[in-house]
C-alpha cells in the first residue's frame, strides 16, 4: 500500500484546507491568481481526488473506525472544495462592480448626522475641502 492510499484521511483535507486558505491569504495579493483563481481550485479538486482515491482504497481493508476517518476527511476535502467554488463562482460576482459605488459618482451625496457634541452636520457645509469619514460602532 502507497503513502497516498494509507494517508489520505489527513492529507487530503490539509491539502485542501491550504488550497481554500491560501487563496485568501496569497492569491488575492496577485491580480491573476486572484481574478481566476485557478491555482487554488485545482489544488482543492486534487485534495478531493486523493481523499477520495483513499476511501475506495481502503474501504474494503479497513475498520469501521478507519472508515470513519476516511470519510470525515473526504467530506472535508469535499467542503473546502465547495466553499472555495461557491465564493469564487457566486459570492464574488455577487458585490457591486465599480459605477455602483461611491467611485463612479462625481460628488458625494449629501447627508446630515448628529455630531459627537448633539449638534448636526451636513456633508453640503464642507463642500470644497477634504473630508475622510469614519464611521465605527460605539456606545458612550
Known amino acids: 500500500m ?7 484521511c489527513w492529507l487530503g483535507p490539509l491539502i485542501g484546507f491550504f488550497g481554500f486558505v491560501s487563496y485568501f ?11 481566476s483563481a485557478i491555482l487554488n481550485l485545482v489544488i482543492v479538486l486534487l ?24 470519510i470525515a476527511g473526504t467530506l472535508a476535502s469535499v467542503s473546502f472544495a465547495v466553499m472555495l467554488f461557491w465564493y469564487v463562482f457566486d459570492l464574488s460576482y455577487q458585490m457591486p462592480g465599480t459605477s455602483e459605488t461611491t467611485l ?21 457645509s464642507f463642500r470644497g475641502k477634504k473630508v475622510a469619514l469614519s464611521f465605527y460602532r460605539g456606545f458612550w
Not at 57 to 69: D, M, V
Open 2 to 8: 502507497n503513502f497516498s492510499k494509507r494517508h489520505a
Open 25 to 35: 491569504l496569497l492569491s488575492t495579493k496577485f491580480t491573476v491568481l486572484r481574478d
Open 104 to 124: 463612479a459618482l462625481e460628488e458625494a451625496p449629501d447627508f446630515s448626522l448628529a455630531s459627537a457634541t448633539g449638534d448636526t452636520v451636513s456633508l453640503s
Open 47 to 70: 485534495a478531493v481526488v486523493l481523499a477520495l482515491s483513499g476511501l475506495v482504497a481502503l474501504w474494503k481493508r479497513s475498520s469501521w473506525k478507519g472508515k470513519s476517518l476516511h
